[in-house]
Nanobody, 125 residues
Framework: QVQLVESGGGLVQAGDSLSVSCTAS????????MAWFRRAPGKEREVVAV????????YYADSVKGRFTISRDNAKNTVYLQMNSLEPEDTAVYYC??????????????????WGQGTQVTVSS
């Protein structure tokens, strides 16, 4: 059984940095794509960033490109999202997701079978 556990959310001010992490267990994740999604109040869940575990290939949503960095630590089975220059619009619950079967860097939530419980990130102005 795949388990994803997020940590690292919190309350920060605009312009600050914050890192969230996702520790995966239950499988060998070398063939997986791992992603961060977020859901802001009153909005639909959207992809933030994706990383291919084996190759390190990444995808970023336009809204975070240049500010956020997704990375992974194979030894720790952990995926990170480093968020810099945070804006109030980045306020959301951030979810980690894992996909075993899709190729490339899938960006749709329906492509992901496994989800973490979410961690709240709040950016004050």
């Amino acid at each position: 059984q795949v388990q994803l556990v997020e940590s690292g959310g919190g309350l920060v001010q605009a312009g600050d940095s914050l890192s969230v992490s996702c520790t995966a267990s239950g499988r060998t994740f070398s063939t997986y794509a791992m992603a961060w999604f977020r859901r802001a109040p009153g909005k639909e869940r959207e992809v933030v960033a994706v990383i291919r575990w084996s190759t390190g290939r990444t995808y970023y949503a336009d809204s975070v490109k240049g500010r956020f960095t997704i990375s992974r630590d194979n030894a720790k089975n952990t995926v990170y999202l480093q968020m810099n220059s945070l804006e109030p619009e980045d306020t959301a619950v951030y979810y980690c997701a894992a996909d075993e079967y899709a190729s490339g860097t899938p960006i749709h939530s329906y492509e992901y079978a496994y989800w973490g419980q979410g961690t709240q990130v709040t950016v004050s102005s």
